[in-house]
């Protein structure tokens, strides 16, 4: 047996939990050093990335999760049902449910599977279909990606690699963590069927690039919402023309100095590469939290896909998170200063 199985199994460990359907939200910070910051990130927004600075990446990052179960359709909902499969360009496909789910890379030699949805069952009744949908052959997967050692990102892997010898891929630290995985209590109160963690595998290092086909990924470790959070850079095909997509591997704020620390310097390690790129597209697994989903709805004006926001866009929605972590440094700070008032 796996020595890392976890059965996670409904109602169990329910003790010292608050109800998943409606776990509480704390309340805002109205200091100006939160709102100031906030204020920027929306105004940096414009009407094009409001997404980012109107959702949750702005408010407390102790409400990520509560504020998601709120509002997007399907968050930790074990019934939740699939979305239509989609291709965002020529050779990268998103498959998956509205609240986590797959992009895979065509590279023309191979299949490259950026996570695996929440579990095996989810893998076969939704990645598999969709992926036959679009014309995908899971035969050809050569490798599945996990961005992040939380169990909606890695869920399905086990079965994949079972059923198709294809190697799972993480970075080491994150491997490191997958047994201390903080999203598993989440999906136990929530009822999701077992989960099972893969055993270490394929380890990928900060600035790997895998080249392959007609496409290359590089990755860029980034600390913060976990140890090794895997972000990338994908080589794609648009309209025909070779452009480069970024995926930022981990979204909400860690809700602790250590952690933000580690992302603030991880975001800005990213944003230098990407910039260094000339990346002008972002998408992430959590599609709905980059705009994914709204900006395909918006249509394709002629001849621009409406998921290419341009090397602008991409320095834009990088500035946008920054200001975003710095209104959570600022609720840090002032939440410290309020229980210690004699400290300046």
């Known amino acids: 047996m796996n020595k890392h199985l976890i059965r996670v199994v409904a109602g169990c460990l329910l003790a ?9 939200l704390v309340p805002e910070i109205n200091v100006p050093a939160v709102t100031g910051h906030v204020a920027k990130a929306k105004a940096i927004a414009g009407n094009d990335l409001d997404f980012l600075a109107n959702g949750f990446l702005c ?16 968050f930790l909902d074990p019934n939740a049902p699939g979305v239509e499969p989609f291709a965002g360009f020529d050779n990268l496909y998103y ?16 299949l490259i599977v950026f996570d695996a949805l929440n579990n095996e069952g989810e893998a076969k009744s939704i990645l598999l279909p969709g992926m036959a949908e679009l014309g995908l052959d ?5 490798y599945v990606v996990i961005t992040h050692g939380h169990f909606d990102h890695y869920g399905g892997s086990v079965f994949l690699k079972g059923q198709y010898g294809v190697p799972i891929a993480m970075s080491g630290p994150d491997w490191d963590y997958l047994p201390r995985d903080i999203a598993l209590p989440y999906a136990m109160r929530a009822g999701y069927p077992p989960v099972d963690q893969p055993e270490r595998d394929m380890v990928i290092e900060d ?32 309209e025909g023309v070779e452009r480069k997509v970024a995926m930022w591997g981990g979204q909400a704020l860690p809700p602790e100095p250590q952690g933000l620390n580690q992302m603030h310097n991880s975001l800005h390690k990213f944003w230098k590469i990407g910039l260094e790129e000339g990346v002008e597209g972002l998408i992430s697994t959590h599609a709905w939290v980059v705009g994914n989903f709204e900006m395909r709805k918006r ?42 008032p004699h400290i300046r």
């Open 16 to 24: 010292g939990f608050v109800d998943a359907a409606q776990p509480p």
């Open 59 to 74: 408010r407390p990052a102790e409400n990520a999760v509560p504020d998601a179960i709120r509002n997007v359709p399907g």
């Open 95 to 110: 498959v998956g449910l509205h609240a986590i789910g797959t992009w895979i890379l065509d590279t023309g030699e191979g």
């Open 138 to 142: 899971p035969e050809d997967m050569k």
């Open 207 to 238: 600035g790997q690039v895998i080249e392959m086909g007609n496409a290359s990924v590089r990755f860029i470790v980034t600390p913060g919402h976990t140890p090794g959070t895997l972000s990338s850079i994908i080589t794609i095909r648009d």
């Open 299 to 340: 249509g394709r004006a002629v001849g621009e896909n409406p998921l290419m926001i341009g090397r602008d866009g991409f320095d834009r929605a990088m500035q946008i998170y920054d200001e975003c972590i710095h209104a959570q440094f600022a609720r840090m700070h002032a939440r410290y200063t309020v229980r210690s």
